[in-house]
Structures are given as C-alpha cells and as structure tokens.
C-alpha cells in the first residue's frame, strides 16, 4: 500500500496554511497579521500591494491551533468530496473566489481585519449540498443546510465575539452559487 495525494488542491491549502500558522507561531511573529490578515474598513490602503494580496491569503492565516483545526477538520473532510465532484482546478477557483469574495466585504463593511478560512468552510458545507443537483430541482439537503448553518450564523451575529459570522455568510453564499450554476459530475447516491 502506498499514501495517495488524492486532493491537490485541499492538501496543499491544508499544508500551506499549516506551515503559515507554524511560521507565525515560532519564527516569525507578524506573519499573519502582516501577509496573512484582510484589513478593514478605513485600514485598506489601495496604493499598498500588500493590501491586495491579503485579500486572498486571509484564508491561510489563523490566529492560533485551535482556529486551524477548526476550519481545517470540515476542510479536509469535505475538499476531496469536492474535488472528486468538481475537479481540483474549479474548486481552487472556488477557494480564490471566496477569499476575494469576504475580503472585499471585510474591507467594505467591518472596522477589524478578517483571518482564517472559515468563509471557505461554509462554502463547502453549502456546495457540498449540492454533489447530487440536477438542474430544475432543489436538493432538501441545501435547505436544511442554509437554514441550519446559515441561520446560525444569522442569529449568532448579534452576539459580540471576535468571529466573522459575515464571513460564514458570504462563503456560504459564494458556495450556494457556485452549487447552483455549475453543477457537478451526477453521482447517483440510490436507485
């Protein structure tokens, strides 16, 4: 038996952020919040490069252990579900989208800078509603998805905590589209 790397692009967004995190953590202490946070509203300097950049590479950073495998454990269960369904190079694109998606809204709407990758997780979870989709139908699955999940993140967002519940939001409407208009190769689940 022999190890596959059967999901390029979830395992190389998995080590990748892994390796930014122990960057951060050990030898270079700014690394996150200089290269690997979206800045907020009023924070965002056009004529800096580095302002820009982080409007992808927020979804690499994380601020400790904890916030990493919490994204990353719904991550690597459901990327290479995903990537089966939808090949590697759209759902990099996917991810790309995403991230550009919620760091824009970040810098548009909210005073403080946006870290982690929790907008990918939820849109994951929301287009992984979508494997078995065919066109003039509406899986229950992404009902019940959207309003366990999302309507969560709806009520949890007038709570005062550090967490993006915008972020969850925005990813899961950036994964409902992307269920919607490209739909997967069709895996028939039962006869």
């Known amino acids: 038996m022999r190890i596959k790397y059967n999901a390029p692009t979830t395992l ?11 960057l951060s ?4 202490q700014g690394l996150t919040g200089t290269w690997f946070a979206a800045p907020g509203r009023g924070s965002f300097n056009a004529g800096d490069i580095r302002c820009w950049i982080t409007l992808f590479t927020h979804v690499l950073g994380h601020a400790n252990l904890d916030h990493f495998l919490a994204n990353f454990s719904f991550i690597l269960l459901l990327g290479p579900i995903l990537e089966a369904n939808y090949g590697s190079r759209a759902l990099f694109l996917m991810i790309l989208i995403t991230a550009l998606v919620t760091g824009v809204l970040n810098v548009l709407f909210f005073p403080t800078g946006l870290l982690g990758a929790s907008g990918v997780v939820f849109m994951m979870i929301l287009l992984a509603s979508f494997t078995n989709f065919s066109k003039g139908e509406i899986p229950l699955t992404f009902i019940l998805i959207l309003a366990l999940y999302l309507g969560r993140e709806i009520i949890d967002s007038f709570s005062s905590d550090d967490i993006s519940q915008f972020a969850h939001i925005a990813g899961g409407f950036c994964g409902s589209l992307f269920g919607f208009f490209r739909p997967g190769k069709r895996v028939k689940l039962i006869e």
């Open 12 to 22: 190389t967004f998995t080590f990748i952020s892994a390796m930014v995190l122990i």
């Open 25 to 28: 953590l050990t030898l270079f």
